[in-house]
């Protein structure tokens, strides 16, 4: 078997021309699908920002809230009644909203605003410069130093802006670890001065942040929050809550498929039409092989060799280059938000086994009804 192995990657390699076309067809698949879909995976994942960097464990909202920026408001019984359910640890409420500043040199700029609870700080970014407690002075916020940051203008520890006839001043310079999605700053503040600062509705709590004792607890905290008439969701819930929306109720998953499909179909069609064409090219060579003895087993083998070969080494480079090229992008363009993972890569590799499987399968049906006396008589 090591033989014929042999032979079937010397007949695969000979023709440079035909082996280069092979590896480019499945090549262009494997980068589109895995650039589409880490595209789409940083998408989703800038979306449940605010969820990755304040961290907390429950998250209670109102049933309709289907994604973080479309918050709810919910009354302040409900902080009360979440802190007094027995396994909480403690809860606190945090304010999101969106406002306008006025820059120093006149210009607007949207925000996102983060209020913290005034007594915990629970959720509060890492900082990068200041000290955490200059939160508490008159008009302080910190700004998140993310690829928006310097739609702000790139603020110091001083800085000064307006928001909503309100003086800001910047105290803190933080770090976030995922960038929002929308392309927003985000600027953090107590919760009290973010209700007194911002207009909003009587009632203010966007999400209640509860720390369990246990694991065990949470089952009778979200009985107990269901009572109420809200929803109680875990972090990672939260997520896939958010990542269920966009990718279900928004057009972005759809149309990320579609083009997914498409690489998929454009690298089979490449592939098994190349490949069809290569094993015509040396059907004498099989031919002769079976003349001189080899079973068709052992011609069924070296087909499936070359195109498994051909398409896992395509997927490598395939993978290398999206890879390189997201590289690239992410450090040129701070708001691209694609990532690899292996989600992505498992995918890619499920689809080229699929494009390798056709290929085969067209290459072994003509080898196998090819008899050796034909192939002498021409």
């Known amino acids: 078997m090591t033989g014929i192995l042999k032979i079937a990657f010397k007949l695969l390699v000979n023709d440079k021309g035909k082996f280069a076309a092979l590896l480019m067809g499945i090549l262009f698949a494997v980068f589109l699908m895995v650039m589409m879909t880490s595209m789409f995976a940083g998408i989703l994942k800038r979306a449940s920002a605010t969820v990755l960097n304040v961290g907390a464990q429950v998250w209670v909202m109102d049933p309709a809230v289907n994604n973080v920026v479309s918050s709810i408001p919910m009354p302040d019984y409900v902080l009360d009644a979440a802190r007094s359910i027995p396994g909480v640890n403690y809860a606190v409420p945090l304010y999101s909203g969106a406002a306008l500043v006025k820059l120093h040199d006149g210009t607007y700029q949207a925000v996102t605003v983060l209020g913290l609870d005034d007594a915990t700080l629970f959720g509060r970014p890492p900082l990068l410069e200041g000290r955490i407690e200059d939160i508490y002075a008159e008009n302080a916020f910190l700004v998140v130093k993310d690829s928006e940051f310097a ?11 307006e928001i909503n006839d309100h003086r800001g ?12 999605l929308f392309g927003i700053p985000t600027l953090y503040t107590t919760y009290s001065r973010a ?12 999400y209640i942040l509860i720390e369990p004792k246990s694991p065990a607890a949470l089952p009778r905290i979200r009985a107990e929050v269901a009572k109420l008439g809200y929803e109680a969701l875990t972090h990672d819930e939260f997520i896939q809550k958010i990542s269920h929306f966009y990718t279900y109720e928004t057009g972005l998953g759809t149309n990320v498929l579609l083009m997914t499909i498409i690489s998929f179909v454009v690298g089979l069609s ?8 290569f094993i015509l090219e040396n059907l004498e060579k099989f031919g002769a092989l079976k003349a001189i003895g080899a079973r068709g087993r052992e ?3 070296m087909i499936l060799f070359q195109a498994g070969f051909t398409a896992l080494t395509a997927y490598g480079l395939g993978v290398g280059l999206a890879t390189l090229m997201i590289t690239l992008a992410r450090m040129r363009l701070p708001d691209y938000a694609a990532e690899v993972t292996y989600f992505n890569l498992g995918l890619a590799f499920v689809m080229v086994l699929i494009i390798a499987a056709v290929s085969s399968l ?3 049906r003509k080898v196998t009804r090819i008899e050796p006396f034909d192939i002498f008589r021409g």
Do not use: H
């Open 151 to 161: 739609k702000l203008g790139n603020p110091r520890i001083g800085s000064e802006f």
């Open 169 to 180: 001043t910047i105290v803190g310079i933080a770090r976030a670890n995922t960038s929002g």
């Open 195 to 206: 209700v007194t600062y911002i207009p909003s509705t009587r009632f203010t709590a966007a």
């Open 270 to 277: 490449i592939s098994g039409q190349t490949f069809y064409t």
């Open 299 to 301: 011609l069924v083998v």
């Open 362 to 364: 067209i290459g072994i």
